[in-house]
T-cell receptor
Framework: GQQLNQSPQSMFIQEGEDVSMNCTSS?????WLWYKQDPGEGPVLLIA?????ELTSNGRLTAQFGITRKDSFLNISASIPSDVGIYFC??????????????FGKGTKLSVKP | GAGVSQSPSNKVTEKGKDVELRCDPISGHTALYWYRQRLGQGLEFLIYFQGNSAPDKSGLPSDRFSAERTGESVSTLTIQRTQQEDSAVYLC???????????FGDGTRLSIL
């Protein structure tokens, strides 16, 4: 089946640091989405990308849809404690139809440096 | 509320029993999805409903799993003869249109003893 490689798997942040994570795929995607999941809750959509090269910001978060359509990155600037959680990338190869499902990466877990 | 609602939030049952999980999508959302999330893992697609079209069942792991949806409203995911490997969080999502951003419920945490 289709695979998404998300990295890093985990990282520790110190308040104020910038954070970067990315996803790569062996297939071309038409949509890239980034979600954040807090413990005991469902994933919450952060940013949606629909066009190759698109760069979109949501507050301190910035995500880009790679030109090759096989990758995407998410940056968090000036991190704060509430940024901790698990971030998932997700991609979709088709617009709707019978394959409306997303393929998810395994997540990047953000924790606070001890 | 205005979000996706799932019930129960937690379910503990004995191996071999059947379980039924419920999802109330956001009103007006035509597409509905079920995912499984094992501990520390990403989301695994199970099944997708779009309007009155035949559902995409390609992600269901075995014939013990089935799901139904009544029109564009409530959906139920049924797992028959549960096994310990079925223990996971089952997440439901809905989107306004097929291919649109998906909005998730908080999931049902299923534990099989």
């Amino acid at each position: 089946g289709q695979q998404l490689n998300q990295s890093p798997q985990s990282m520790f942040i110190q308040e104020g640091e910038d954070v970067s994570m990315n996803c790569t795929s062996s297939s071309i995607f038409n949509t890239w989405l980034w979600y954040k999941q807090d413990p005991g809750e469902g994933p919450v959509l952060l940013i949606a990308l629909y066009k190759a090269g698109e760069l979109t910001s949501n507050g301190r978060l910035t995500a880009q849809f790679g030109i090759t359509r096989k990758d995407s990155f998410l940056n968090i600037s000036a991190s704060i404690p509430s940024d901790v959680g698990i971030y998932f990338c997700a991609g979709r190869m088709n617009y709707g139809g019978s394959q409306g499902n997303l393929i998810f990466g395994k997540g990047t877990k953000l924790s606070v440096k001890p | 509320g205005a979000g996706v609602s799932q019930s129960p939030s937690n379910k503990v049952t004995e191996k071999g029993k059947d379980v039924e999980l419920r999802c109330d999508p956001i009103s007006g959302h035509t597409a509905l999805y079920w995912y499984r999330q094992r501990l520390g893992q990403g989301l695994e697609f199970l099944i997708y409903f779009q309007g009155n079209s035949a559902p995409d069942k390609s992600g269901l792991p075995s014939d013990r799993f089935s799901a139904e949806r009544t029109g564009e409203s409530v959906s139920t995911l049924t797992i028959q003869r549960t096994q310990q490997e079925d223990s996971a969080v089952y997440l439901c999502a809905s989107s306004l249109y097929s291919g649109g951003p998906q909005h998730f419920g908080d999931g049902t945490r299923l534990s099989i003893l």
